[in-house]
């Protein structure tokens, strides 16, 4: 039994392209987003092969837009099976995928191109049997429209379930240093865990996206969730030149949970999600550097007025207003 830790674009879209190729009994994929060529045809090849296989596609976004359409229709014609995910749920933006009942790869990509290709991104692979049959114990559940409970001693992180308290107890247990990296910071209740967090001495770092590029009606939240925590000594920081999707935290340079959860209130109340929390040595190791390496080829975010002015009137023209910034 192992976990490992695979980091994207370093490790290539191929790792994965080659895991597909060594199911030999049953497949289980449950994606958020699928659009990506190659990784559909590894898919349609298991099934023409012989394998059993299944997938869950989210059937589309709350805008309307239905990326996994065109996936969905190919997969069919393919010979696979393909359900759109739980409608118990907003969206599923779970990433996951049991490869033969024994390998489970719990992942913060969408199978796109770009995350495969030019994104951070990350995904932990596990044979933990425990772990595993979590996994697909819910994809069965998902796929049934039949309840699945996490329950207080999962092994896993999900959501809807236990996600807000385990990443709140990792947080309550550091006792010198936090690493984050997500694209929202907007839930209240992980922010307070954060705010203590530093309040009892421990050092966060935070690498957050480009504010420009958040939901407009999300801005209020994320702008805010950021400037609580450089307020009260978090360093808020903006990777580049890449950019980065992933979902992990680090905390004192020995626990980490890695998965599909961003730091927002839907994440926790309305979506099915999922990630996972290790201490192994060479994940924590692999972890810990590729955060030290982003971090140093990062800038920081100037969270002033006249700076969220700067980045964002040319995006929001009520900025000042939606902001309550100081405009002169």
Not at 183 to 194: C, K, N, S, T
Not at 204 to 220: D, N, S
Not at 261 to 272: E, H, I, K, V, Y
Not at 299 to 308: E, K
Request: aromatic fraction near 4%; glycine fraction near 6%; hydrophobic fraction near 40%.
């Amino acid at each position: 039994m192992s976990r490992s830790l695979l980091v994207l674009p370093d490790d290539s879209a191929q790792t994965l392209i080659d895991a597909l190729g060594r199911a030999t009994k049953t497949l289980r994929v449950k994606m958020f987003v699928f659009t990506d060529p190659a990784m559909l045809q590894a898919v349609i090849a298991a099934s023409k092969r012989g394998v059993k296989v299944r997938v869950m596609l989210n059937p589309a976004r709350r805008s309307g837009k239905n990326e996994n359409a065109e996936t969905r229709a190919r997969l069919s014609a393919g010979g696979v099976d393909v359900i759109d995910s739980s409608p118990s749920f907003d969206l599923t933006h779970e990433k996951s995928m049991v490869l033969d009942d024994h390998t489970a790869y719990i992942m913060s990509l969408n199978w796109q191109t770009e995350n495969l290709n030019q994104v951070r991104d990350y995904a932990v692979v596990t044979s933990h049997a425990h772990e595993v049959a979590e996994v697909m114990e819910c994809f069965d559940a998902d796929w049934a429209r039949t309840d699945f409970t996490a329950g207080e001693h999962s092994h896993l992180v999900w959501c809807i379930g236990n996600g807000r308290q385990r990443l709140g107890r990792l947080i309550d247990g550091a006792k010198h240093s936090i690493w984050l990296q997500n694209e929202r910071y907007q839930d209240p209740a992980i922010i307070e865990h954060l705010v203590r967090a530093m309040r009892r001495g421990v050092h966060v770092h935070v690498l957050a996206p480009r504010l420009r590029k958040l939901k407009k009606e999300k801005l209020v939240e994320a702008v805010s969730g950021l400037r609580i925590l450089a307020d009260v000594g978090a360093k808020v920081h903006r990777p580049k030149p890449m950019k980065h999707h992933g979902k992990a935290m680090l905390v004192d340079g020995v626990r980490a949970i890695v998965g599909s959860m961003n730091l927002a209130p839907g994440t926790f109340d309305s979506r099915r999600e999922l990630a996972i929390e290790v201490d192994d040595p060479a994940v924590i190791h692999r972890l810990r550097d590729i955060f030290h390496s982003d971090w140093a080829n990062s800038t920081s975010v100037d969270l002033s007025d006249a700076g969220l002015l700067t980045e964002l009137e040319a995006s929001d023209e009520n900025v000042a207003e939606d902001l309550a910034l100081r405009d002169d």
